[in-house]
C-alpha cells in the first residue's frame, strides 16, 4: 500500500500519540465530571428532602406539646448547610420557630424563637435560646395586670400610661402615670417618667410630689413565674400598637422537666 505523501511528494507525517491523547481527555474528563456532578444533585436533593421531613418532625413535636389553652400553627426553618452533615456533627447551627397567629387562652399572641447550637441529643443543652412574644394592647391588658393599677395600661412610644390611687399627704388622690419599661431579667420595671393628678385635690399642686414619690418605687411586674426556670426578660419594646418582649436564655435542656419548672421573682 502505498503511503501517504504531500502535494510536494513528500511523505506525510504519522499522527503522533500525543494528538489522540489530546483528543481523548475531553471524553475521560466528562466521565469524572458527569457522575461526580450527578452524585452532588443527588446529595442535595436527598438532603433536602431530609431537611423537610426533619423540619416536619419538629413542628409535629411542638405543635403536640403546646401548653394547655395554647394552640396555633408553627413553622419550623433548620438552618445551615447540610442537615445531614450538621446530625453526623452532632449538632444543628441554628432552628428558627415561628408562631405569628397562636391563641392563649383566647388571647391572640405572636411568639418567635432561634436556638442556636442545637445538638442531636436533646438531652444536652441547647447554647442559646432568644425567644420573642408579641401583644396589641388588648392583649397585654388580658395578660399582665400592672401592680396597684385601677385600670387596664395605655401603650405610646417606649411608654405605658396607666391610672392609680393612693394617699399622699394625707389626701387620697388620683394619678396618672406614665413609665418607662425596662428588662431586669425575672421582671419588666415600669420606671415613672411623668405623672398628673386626676382627682381627689381642689387648688394644690402636688404632682412633683407624686412624681417624686413614684419614683422612689418604680413598680416591678413579676414575668418569671410564666418561664421555664433560666430563661430571663432581656428587651422590652412598646409601640402604640404593640409591646414586644425579648426572652434569652443560655445552656437550656429542652426537656418536659426543664421546660415545665417555673421561675420565680425574688
Not at 504519522?14 to 465530571?33: D, F, M, S
Not at 413535636?61 to 445531614?84: W, Y
Request: glycine letters at 10%.
Amino acid at each position: 500500500m502505498a503511503k501517504a505523501r504531500n502535494v510536494d511528494g513528500r511523505q506525510a507525517p504519522r499522527e503522533h500519540g500525543g494528538a489522540r491523547v489530546r483528543r481523548r481527555w475531553p471524553k475521560v474528563l466528562l466521565g469524572i465530571v458527569i457522575p461526580v456532578v450527578l452524585l452532588t444533585v443527588a446529595f442535595f436533593l436527598v438532603d433536602s428532602g431530609v431537611r423537610s421531613y426533619a423540619e416536619g418532625r419538629v413542628r409535629d413535636q411542638i405543635e403536640q406539646n403546646l401548653p394547655a389553652g395554647v394552640t396555633g400553627a408553627v413553622t419550623v426553618r433548620i438552618n445551615g448547610a447540610s442537615v445531614i452533615a450538621q446530625y453526623l456533627a452532632g449538632s444543628f447551627q441554628s432552628i428558627e420557630v415561628d408562631a405569628p397567629a397562636l391563641t392563649a387562652n383566647g388571647i391572640p399572641v405572636a411568639a418567635s424563637v432561634v436556638a442556636t447550637g442545637v445538638p442531636a441529643d436533646l438531652a444536652k443543652p441547647v447554647s442559646a435560646v432568644r425567644g420573642t412574644i408579641r401583644v396589641d394592647q388588648a392583649a397585654l391588658n388580658q395578660l399582665v395586670r400592672v401592680p396597684g393599677a385601677t385600670g387596664g395600661a395605655t401603650l405610646g412610644n417606649g411608654t405605658l400610661t396607666y391610672d392609680g390611687a393612693s394617699t399622699l399627704a394625707g389626701i387620697r388622690i388620683g394619678y396618672q402615670v406614665t413609665a418607662t419599661p425596662k428588662a431586669n431579667g425575672s421582671t419588666i420595671v415600669l420606671q415613672p417618667k411623668d405623672a398628673k393628678i386626676t382627682a381627689g385635690v381642689g387648688g394644690v399642686d402636688l404632682t412633683a410630689s407624686l412624681l417624686a414619690a413614684l419614683g422612689q418605687s418604680p413598680v416591678a411586674i413579676c414575668v418569671a413565674q410564666y418561664l421555664p426556670a433560666g430563661v430571663a426578660v432581656s428587651a422590652v419594646d412598646v409601640t402604640p400598637t404593640a409591646a414586644t418582649i425579648t426572652l434569652d436564655a443560655h445552656n437550656l435542656v429542652l426537656s418536659q422537666a426543664t421546660l415545665g419548672t417555673r421561675g420565680s421573682c425574688p
